[in-house]
């Protein structure tokens, strides 16, 4: 059984008038194996954290109408209440949110925030909780991790104050992680760092693994399988390997070609994506991606198309799944050429 299975999630918010929502995310399918790391990649805007705010029950005081299904653990959570939920998230889904400054309360210790859920959910004394904070802080990596537990969130590094969101999230040994942005305000140095301790505690802990983010570098070696989205969509999905030897959809390509690499020469200047996302209130007919894409062609308007195993077929017993119809994967060895 999968940790999370979603099923034709889509998300609409009220939209500027009567009959107008804007649908953020449209027909997204995917699974999370126990153990297992998934990427979700792409741009500002394409959908990736609203998903999994819907796949946590959080959007409901925005006014959003989710429809589709998302399963936990042989759950389904959108036929939950949002009390029945709550039980979920912490326990079942531990949460790294992109900005630990903001997430953490600055009025109080880092020991109190870590000790409350804890005490609250799990019965844990005062005692037993800061037995337990101190633990999980020396669990990832922070020295001294008793007399941090009286310090304020100002009082650490932006590298610590992730290890604190970290040590949080996985309190109460959740099945499922999913870190969105884990390393968005942090330098590559320390990135790095929390990028290989998330990969180690889902490795020791036996974690499924859900990483949200728009570079698809980050994913490259903590991830099983990659999902690409765009304009609110999955438009590729694949096993790591798979997909960067084989990258099947326009927009993994143009991504990929974003990505800083040691064998450019100095001066070259990276390759930028034409354009701009599409706006929710108007959509482009057919394939959201068609009018920034150098490979449209007039079908491309007709529909949206399917996603679909492109020929040929990707090598491989998990299947390689791209969202275009005119093209088929290219090898990385060639795109690197044509860079």
Not at 24 to 41: K, N
Not at 220 to 237: F, K, L, N, P, Q
Request: contains cysteine; hydrophobic residues 40%; proline residues 10%.
């Amino acid at each position: 059984m999968n940790v999370l299975d979603v099923a034709h999630l889509e998300v609409a918010h009220p939209g500027p008038g009567p009959g107008s929502p804007l649908t953020t995310v449209r027909d997204v399918s995917f699974h999370v194996a126990p153990g297992e790391s998934l990427g979700v990649v792409g741009e500002s805007g394409s959908g990736k954290s609203q998903t999994m705010l819907a796949v946590l029950g959080m959007l409901g005081r925005s006014g959003a109408q989710v429809s589709g299904r998302v399963t936990f653990d042989g759950t389904d959570l959108t036929a939950l209440t949002q009390k029945q939920l709550r039980a979920y998230r912490g326990s079942g889904i531990g949460l790294v949110s992109q900005d630990a400054l903001s997430a953490l309360n600055p009025a109080m210790t880092i020991g109190r925030q870590m000790a409350e859920p804890l005490v609250r959910y799990d019965g844990h004394s005062r005692r037993s909780a800061a037995d337990r904070c101190a633990e999980l802080l020396g669990l990832v990596g922070i020295p001294a991790a008793r007399e941090r537990l009286r310090a304020y969130p100002h009082q650490l590094s932006g590298g610590m104050r992730q290890r604190v969101l970290i040590a949080m999230a996985i309190s109460r040994e959740p099945k499922l992680l999913i870190a969105d942005e884990p390393t968005t305000a942090l330098d590559v140095s320390v990135q790095s760092q929390v990028l290989r301790l998330i990969d180690r505690l889902r490795r020791e802990l036996d974690m499924a693994l859900v990483l949200i983010t728009h570079d698809l570098g980050v994913v490259a070696g903590v991830t099983d399988r990659i999902a690409v989205m765009y304009g609110g969509m999955v438009v590729e999905t694949a096993p790591t390997a798979a997909l960067f030897d084989a990258p099947g959809h326009p927009y993994t390509r143009a991504l990929m070609r974003s990505v800083p690499r040691m064998d450019r020469r100095p001066g070259d200047r990276l390759p930028a994506i034409p354009g701009l996302p599409p706006h929710p209130a108007a959509p482009p007919p057919g394939c959201a991606f068609q009018p920034r894409c150098a490979q449209a062609r007039a079908e491309c308007g007709d529909g949206v198309p399917p996603l679909a195993e492109p020929e040929p077929a990707a090598p491989g017993p998990a299947r390689h799944l791209v969202r275009c119809p005119v093209t088929a994967p290219v090898s990385a060895a060639s795109e690197g050429a044509r860079a």
